[in-house]
């Protein structure tokens, strides 16, 4: 049975969803764009049934009450911030899972926050170095043409919500779960927060991007995936300088929480095991 509670940092609210049982090792899933924490839910079935304790969060942007005005603000040291926040109030530590641009937070919060990270999985993206350099040696480039269009001011907000379902389902999701999605952004104001998620890109140091992660890493792609070409994804190892699995999902496009849950927790449980904290 799921239970709604809220997370405050700096003046921001967030709501967030608890599950399983109260002693089970914790897991923080991050969702990315332009989804909430309920992208989840099919995944958090199956890791509850296993005895883990998950804790979802609408991120900054999603979440009513966190969705401050201006790029900055979502700089991504504040989604790291924000995730930590998150972290510290079950116990100061977790695994991580995190899909698209969850997967950036993870990515850069292992990093960043090592200690609060028991292990860390993302999905889809790769880590921000492999990523960033894909962009100018590889056809991830053009792959990412739409993170240029949503530099844009308004337009973006005023064409997606009336076509973001269409854009969904074309870049693979099924129309049961673009509906789902495309409903929270009917009006383009609260299509502004996810989107200043890419605008503040331009404010990223690519030198911090390219941070490596010694925490435990599990890393899944899939090779349907429209918007993530496999360069990113196989040079992410040079970026992991702890223990490293990478596994690529045969036929699979990116939405990986939805499509595919029974892959991933064939392949994500045992890594929870093989990294889990003993009890004391």
């Keep these: 049975m799921s239970t709604s509670t809220q997370l ?51 991120q900054r942007g999603y979440s009513p009450g966190a969705r401050p005005r201006g790029r900055r603000a979502y700089r991504m040291s504040e989604m790291v911030a924000d995730a930590a926040a998150l972290i510290d109030k079950y116990g100061g530590s977790a695994h991580v899972v995190g899909h698209d641009w969850g997967a950036g937070v ?11 990270v028991r292990s860390v999985t993302a999905l889809s993206v790769p880590h921000p170095g492999a990523f960033l350099r894909a962009l ?7 792959k990412s043409w739409y993170m ?19 854009a969904l389902t074309r870049a693979g999701q099924s129309a049961e779960h673009a509906r789902r999605d495309a409903a929270r952004f009917t009006d383009p104001r609260a299509m502004t927060g996810p989107l200043s998620w890419y605008r503040a890109m331009l404010l990223l140091d ?9 925490t435990p890493t599990l890393f899944v792609w899939s090779d349907g995936d429209a918007a993530l070409d496999r360069h990113g994804a196989y040079n ?36 929870l095991k093989r990294w889990s904290v003993p009890e004391s």
């Design 136 to 142: 100018v040696t590889s056809r991830q480039g053009l």
């Design 236 to 271: 992410t190892a040079k970026y992991v300088q702890g223990p490293y699995q990478f596994e690529v999902l045969q036929g699979v496009s990116h939405w990986i929480p939805d499509e595919a849950p029974l892959q991933l927790a064939a392949i994500l449980l045992p890594h």
């Design 206 to 214: 690519p030198r911090q991007a390219s941070e490596p992660v010694r």
């Design 8 to 58: 405050t940092r700096d003046g921001l609210t967030f709501d967030v969803t608890e599950d399983g049982p109260t002693d089970g090792e914790p897991v923080v899933l991050l969702h990315g764009w332009p989804q909430y924490s309920d992208s989840w839910d099919a995944v958090v079935a199956l890791l509850t049934e296993d005895g883990y304790r998950t804790i979802r969060m609408d």
């Design 106 to 116: 993870a990515w850069a919060l292992a990093a960043a926050e090592p200690d609060k």
């Design 148 to 166: 240029l269009f949503f530099q844009l001011p308004w337009l973006p907000e005023r064409l997606l919500s009336r076509w973001l379902a269409w």
